[in-house]
């Protein structure tokens, strides 16, 4: 006779196994509403209006705050081991391209920021940006991007509201597509220290600040080169400079060190080629 505590407990076991399985199709959906972003994002940048431009800097922050926060609820939840079946990894890196890549270029094209006739050099950091991507070590094993870490939506924020010069704002959109290609180290916002720490406290105050800025934006013409909201623009640029700067002395160091390290004696001798792995499909 089959002990009814038994089949009880199973029940209870699997009912705790579907809550689980549920949070974990909610932390999925939690990151696919970038996609939902995105193209909220493309139907204003259809419009092309001042307007449409500020609602969609704002809509990729809020894609940006999703991002920064979704990996976080998947560790908690383990949703690799509930959901094996199924790679956040590739719904994430498909939202990332899609709002911090390509809507951001689409946005630099359709508010004109740069010279007549260039905005072919846009195919650039569209192409640098996939490179990174499908880059296999796009990050280190010590917790670091690397390569310029395709922050396009931040690049298009200083351009539309700056206003720069048109062959300055192609200046920096080639000097930063060229970086990606560069093994350079740029911080990562969820590993651990106190210097990361402060790094994550110095990017929530910007992001603030940019958001009120965004707020404080023109919806009716495009943003003048001149007057408070440009000055401030301009102030918060501190902390870019500041994690550029950081993530630079990090790589100079690290190449430094890789220089200094002793090399292997070619005396020694070279070990034992490791038999070919069985096929998987053997």
């Known amino acids: ?4 505590f038994a089949r ?23 990151t696919a509403l970038g996609l939902v972003i995105a193209a ?20 990729m922050v809020l894609a940006t705050f999703v991002d920064a926060t979704d990996g976080t609820l998947a560790r908690k939840i383990r949703v ?20 911090y890549t390509c809507l951001p270029l689409m946005l630099i094209w359709r508010a004109e920021l740069l010279p ?22 796009a990050k280190t094993d010590d917790g670091y991007f690397l390569g310029f870490p395709s922050l396009w939506n931040v690049v298009a924020l200083y351009l539309y509201m700056l206003q720069l010069p048109g062959w300055m704002a192609l200046g920096f959109v080639i000097v930063l597509s060229l970086m990606t290609f560069i093994p350079s180290r740029y911080l990562y916002p969820s590993q ?9 406290v110095l990017g929530a105050l910007w992001a603030g600040m940019v958001t009120w800025l965004l707020v404080q934006l023109p919806s009716d013409r495009i943003p003048p080169a001149q007057g408070t909201t440009w000055t401030l623009a301009l102030y918060s640029l501190s902390y870019p400079a500041f994690y550029m700067l950081a993530s630079w002395v990090i790589t100079l160091r690290h190449w430094q060190r890789q ?3 002793p090399r292997p004696s070619d005396s020694k001798p070279m070990p034992e080629p490791e038999p070919a792995p069985a096929s998987l499909h053997e």
């Open 1 to 4: 006779m089959q002990d009814p």
């Open 8 to 30: 009880n407990h199973r029940g209870t076991h699997d009912h705790a196994s579907g809550a689980i399985r549920f949070a974990a199709w909610c932390v999925h959906l939690y």
């Open 40 to 59: 909220w994002i493309v139907v204003l940048l259809v419009q092309a209006t001042p307007g449409a431009f500020r609602g969609t800097f704002l809509l």
């Open 80 to 99: 690799k081991k509930v959901l094996p079946q199924f790679d956040g990894r590739k719904l994430d890196d498909l939202t990332d391209f899609l709002t």
């Open 116 to 137: 007549q006739g260039m905005n072919g050099w846009l195919i650039l950091p569209l192409l640098a940006s996939a490179y990174g991507f499908c880059q296999v070590e």
């Open 192 to 200: 651990p220290g106190a210097f990361n720490m402060l790094n994550n």
């Open 259 to 261: 220089r200094q390290s």
